[in-house]
């Protein structure tokens, strides 16, 4: 067993969801990251986040994890100026990207970590504070010696419950059915979540969400998406 790979000392899991990729920045991701991170980044810190003074107001509070390149994040804090939207993404270039969509879509109600986002979660993100959390196309993991690094899990779900107001809505979408199924179970199953589908598995895709670049790319592939919500329990 890896370093990595071994428990820690709080019991909760310390294998990472994700590897860091050496991807290339575009010039136009570096400037951005010179020219608005100090503008719209949450620079990491163990310590609970103000949000009222890192968005300027108090209003709803909308999260996304692993936002990619950012464009459903983008879109929808343009949809909805009334919320502030919180996006988490480990990928440097990804940040990049959506650090100019929000300059260039001068929007005012986005800031950006870039930071594991159990890590953000846990220590960042005060109990109880928020409105909405969106995962989105998360790493499917295909084969079953790595399910382990799959985001979605039962501790990651407690530590979203606790998160997320009472009566907030936790929503994800995956093209990988067998990873559909592995949320639907883990959240069935769990104490603080109720199911908004009226069918009691899945719910119809959001019509105004739009397409996620991995969500394009699954239905390159043929595969079929599957949309899951949960409401916290009050
Ligand atoms: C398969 S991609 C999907 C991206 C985007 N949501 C989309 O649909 O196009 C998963 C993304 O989650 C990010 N990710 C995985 N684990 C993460 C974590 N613990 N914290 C933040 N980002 C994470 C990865 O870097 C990657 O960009």
Known sequence: MSEQERGRPDGRRSIRSFVVRAGRMTAGQEKAHTDFWPLYGLPYSPQPADLDALFGRQAPRVVEIGFGNGDHLAQMAAAR?????????????????????????????????????????????????????????????????????????????????????????????????????????????????????????????DAERVPTRFERRGERLGHETRDLAFRRRA
């Not at 939207?85 to 959506?98: F, K």
């Not at 005012?108 to 846990?122: F, K, P, Q, W």
């Not at 530590?159 to 994800?172: H, M, Q, T, Y």
């Open 81 to 205: 100026p009334d919320a502030d939207c919180l996006g988490i993404e480990v990928h440097p270039p990804g940040v990049g990207h959506l650090l100019q969509l929000v300059a260039t879509g001068g929007l005012t109600n986005v800031r950006i970590s870039n930071h594991d986002a159990v890590e953000v979660l846990e220590n960042q993100i005060p109990p109880a504070s928020l409105d909405e959390v969106f995962i989105l196309f998360p790493d499917p993991w295909h084969k079953k010696r790595h399910h382990k690094r799959r985001i979605v899990q039962d501790d990651f779900l407690d530590l979203i419950a606790s998160r997320l107001k009472p009566g907030g809505v936790l929503r994800l979408a995956t093209d990988w059915v067998p990873y559909a199924e592995h949320m639907l179970e883990c959240l069935a199953r769990h104490a603080h979540y109720e199911n908004l589908s009226p069918s009691g598995d899945y719910v119809a895709r």
